[in-house]
């Protein structure tokens, strides 16, 4: 037994080796010496060094010695005989981390020279809150020190019992928190790369002993063949809870925004675990059978071939030609070879050797090949495809997975929390809406740019507005497609800026015979439309994807489309009136405002487009606008305003803005606390219009004439005061301060404890509530339930369509001073 164990080491050591210096034929220089330099500043915590923290930060990396290249890293700052002052020291030191670890696509064939480097640091499972905490912030510090280098490295703190306690973090940035756990070990058992300290326990023990895993320890033990104080033992893993799925599908769907290619197997390895349930063989698993046989170390062994081996066998069996080609081009892909060009920056001989091997396998013709190559110089034709197949490609196999959690009655383990988080992400990414431009992935290719853009009107059966790659030359159009349409050329617009088509140096080209529109009109609507819009994104906080979406940034186009201006006689227009004359102009009363176009990027970095026409479009455009503003929201941080009308251009212009502004500040303070009823009237045409600021929303009344507004303003009041007397009327409504969330085209669930279990208040996406009183049971499960029926229940028969915009939770809490307050639900077993 003891030879047996003695073999499989030396043969994971060998693998380890293999993938330590594959990593670093496939690292730039910068790369190579942060892998070098973690061990070493993890180990030694002196002021001398970089990234030093404090003494008391957790320091001493179990059995380390530096090696030659660390020695002399180390020389640059210190004056003394190293070798020998550190051996003293080493002698004094108590190591407080057992091992630290690379894994994820690091030494595999999936490793790029911008891969980053996502590291395991795991200490005894004594270490304190405080002494984590203290090691994290050096951790931070190593992580801004590579991120000069331009190499990004994101560093977990892992306890040796976190996977045998169940015990996870919160969703942020790099973490998965709550949506996987022994999937997550999963992965680090097969992609591993010790880079100092203890080996794994888990590579050694046989696969047929799985089921017995501490049983067969203890037997090791006892027979003095291992000492456990040698090894890291993270546990067994011969199988994993089906309740996994969900969450770690929603995980990599969440990932597919910054890797699509990585992330596309990632879910069909997912499908697959759930396709071969219960007998699932994970490939972790699979890589240990092949460690623990007579099998030679190859290509078969890597950590993104395994995924690439087990996916094609079940797509096979699915007859799912579609993916199949998706996944070898996604693996193509992500290995960033070009089997195309002889010499190529990022190539790497021994993955190129494989690549050959495989593309002859899959029969590829070259042509294939050249243009997968190509892609850093593709186009919007070839970007929108790949990222539709990528798409569909996600979709399936989230639906597969839905499919199977319905049919084996599985709830997702993911918490409230983090699927919130989560939902609302893949929301804002993926959910194809009226009006919301679709963001193509950035990751397939940084640069869209197109020479010719035309936009086209057409009152044909195409109604509507097409864009096209062209000029006006008639021959340029023949047999082409138009990239987009939309019955608005707002969207158009929009939609070529946010994906890059459009820039600087494009040249516009139109043909509209059916509105108020010229070439000056549209090359100053693309003009404005850059002033307002930066292209560069911040990463969507954490903090904003857990309340409601807000509006950041609002451009508003007035006349843009149709402009009744452009009828005036210019020798009878009147400067000389007030605000109400503009929307009730001259003899005839018309309306000087007769389109309204809205472009805003909201908290959630969705970039969404209104537009309304005809006399009412004013009040059209206010409703809906203040419609998606909660009044606990902050203002937007920019609103610009611009007109296109022929005549009485900067007269329209503020007198919208100073309406939009207006409408705004009573929306937005408008408390949920306040009796108060704001109001405003406008008189459009030959109506008089009333709109009424309440905490739930804006309502708009057609107001005949004076008797019937301040019967109106009367009615309220008095309700006012009557529900201020009445206690049981109160009861049958949500507290204010839930209608102060209110957010359209969201589900929104607000819990309030009372004396009895708990109240439930839901806002549907149109903001209508429903109370339900003195629940009890677990909210989790209430939670786990609607959400189940929500993802699933509702997209049964759609098989095209997903529905990420899962509810959203929140509780009702009461400070000291006794005000109510929202804040995001947080289970109470959640750490």
């Known amino acids: 037994m003891l030879g047996y164990i003695e073999r499989v080491s030396k043969k994971v050591t060998q693998l380890n080796n293999e993938r330590m210096e594959k990593s670093r034929l496939m690292m730039p220089k910068s790369a190579q010496q942060i892998l070098d330099l973690i061990p070493l500043f993890l180990h030694y915590n002196d002021s001398f060094m970089p990234c030093y ?26 004056q003394f005989d190293i070798e020998s002052d550190l051996s003293a020291d080493d002698k004094e030191l108590t190591p407080s981390i057992i091992g630290i670890y690379s894994m994820g696509s690091t030494g595999s064939m999936g490793q790029s020279l911008t891969s980053d480097l996502d590291i395991w640091v795991c200490v005894d499972n004594s270490m304190t809150e405080l002494e984590i905490n203290l090691l994290n912030d050096k951790c931070n510090l190593i992580s801004k020190w590579a991120s000069a280098l331009n190499i990004e490295v994101t560093f977990f703190i892992i306890k040796q019992n976190r996977f045998r306690k169940l015990s996870s973090e919160s969703v942020d940035g790099e973490n998965c928190g709550s949506s996987q756990h022994f999937l997550l070990l999963d992965e680090f058992y097969r992609s591993s790369i010790c880079l100092a300290g203890k080996k794994i326990l888990w590579h050694v023990i046989p696969p047929d002993m799985e089921s017995c895993y501490d049983e067969y320890i203890e037997k090791l033990q006892e027979k003095k063949i291992i000492s456990l104080k040698d090894w890291i033992d993270f546990g067994p893993l011969n199988k994993i809870s089906p309740s996994e799925y969900f969450g770690a599908n929603l995980w990599h769907l969440y990932k597919s925004i910054d890797s699509p290619y990585k992330s596309v197997l990632k879910a069909i390895l997912l499908e697959t675990y759930s396709w071969e349930y219960p007998h699932t063989e994970l490939l972790s698993s699979k890589l240990k059978k092949m460690i623990h046989s007579k099998q030679d170390i190859d290509y078969k062994f890597d950590a993104y071939y395994l995924m690439l081996s087990k996916a094609t066998t079940y797509l096979k069996v699915k007859n799912d030609s579609f993916r199949l080609d998706l996944i070898r081009r996604c693996f193509y892909l992500k290995t960033h070879e070009k089997l195309s060009q002889i010499n190529s920056i990022q190539s790497v001989a021994w993955r190129k050797a494989i690549l050959k091997k495989l593309s002859y396998r899959w029969d590829w013709k070259s042509d294939l090949i050249q243009e997968l190559d190509s892609r850093k110089s593709w186009k919007i034709e070839n970007v929108k495809k790949m990222h539709d197949m990528l798409l569909q490609s996600l979709m399936t196999s989230y639906r597969e997975l839905m499919k199977f959690a319905r049919k084996n009655n599985i709830n997702s383990v993911i918490s409230p929390e983090d699927i919130s988080v989560l939902s609302r992400k893949l929301y804002a990414s993926f959910e194809v809406l009226p009006g919301k431009v679709s963001l193509l992935n950035p990751q397939i290719t940084s640069d869209l740019a197109e020479e010719n853009l035309l936009f086209i009107s057409s009152k044909s059966h195409m109604k509507g507005w097409h864009l096209y790659k062209s000029s006006l030359k008639p021959n340029e159009l023949i047999g082409k497609l138009s990239l987009e349409s939309n019955s608005y050329l707002s969207k158009l617009l929009a939609w070529s800026y946010f994906n890059g088509l459009l820039i600087n140096e494009t040249n516009i080209f139109l043909r509209d015979v059916y509105h108020d529109l010229n070439q000056i009109k549209l090359l100053q609507a693309i003009n404005d439309l850059k002033n307002t819009f930066e292209l560069d994104f911040e990463k969507t906080s954490l903090e904003s994807l857990r309340g409601p979406c807000e509006i950041k940034e609002l451009m508003i186009m007035i006349n843009f489309e149709e402009d009744p201006t452009s009828k005036l006689d210019t020798k009878l227009i009147d400067t000389n009136f007030t605000n109400e004359n503009f929307l009730s102009y001259g003899e005839h009363k018309i309306s000087l405002v007769g389109s309204i176009d809205l472009i805003y990027k909201n908290s959630w970095n969705e970039i969404r487009t209104l537009n309304f026409t005809g006399y009412n479009s004013i009040l059209l455009a206010l409703k809906t606008l203040l419609g998606k503003m909660h009044n606990e929201a902050s203002h937007p941080r920019q609103i610009d305003v611009y007109c296109y009308s022929q005549n009485l251009t900067s007269h329209l212009r503020n007198y919208v803005f100073q309406l939009v502004s207006e409408c705004i500040n009573m929306r937005l303070s408008t408390k949920y606390s306040s009796m108060k009823k704001q109001f405003k009237t406008l008189s459009i045409c030959h109506k008089i219009y009333g709109l009424f600021f309440e905490a739930k929303g804006v309502t708009v009344k057609p107001l005949e004439n004076p008797i019937d507004f301040y019967a109106d303003i009367s009615a309220n009041k008095l309700k006012k005061q009557f529900d201020h007397k009445n206690i049981l009327i109160n009861q049958l409504n949500a507290p204010n301060v839930v209608h102060s969330f209110a957010s359209e085209g969201l589900v929104q669930c607000f819990f309030e404890d009372c004396d009895i279990g708990f109240n439930i208040y839901i806002l549907d996406e149109n903001n209508k509530v429903e109370a339900y009183y003195q629940n009890t ?16 229940e509702k997209n049964v028969h759609y098989e095209t369509t997903i529905n990420f915009n899962l509810p959203q939770f929140y509780n009702i809490i009461q400070n000291t001073e006794g005000e109510l307050h929202i804040v995001p639900f947080k289970s109470s077993n959640s750490n």
Do not use: H, T
Not at 783 to 790: D, R
């Open 777 to 792: 049971g677990n909210k989790n499960e209430l939670i786990n339930g609607m959400n189940k029926f929500y993802a699933s």
């Open 53 to 78: 923290v404090s003494d008391c930060v957790p320091s001493g990396v179990w059995k380390f010695q530096a090696n030659a290249e660390q020695l002399k890293y180390i020389e640059r700052f210190i």
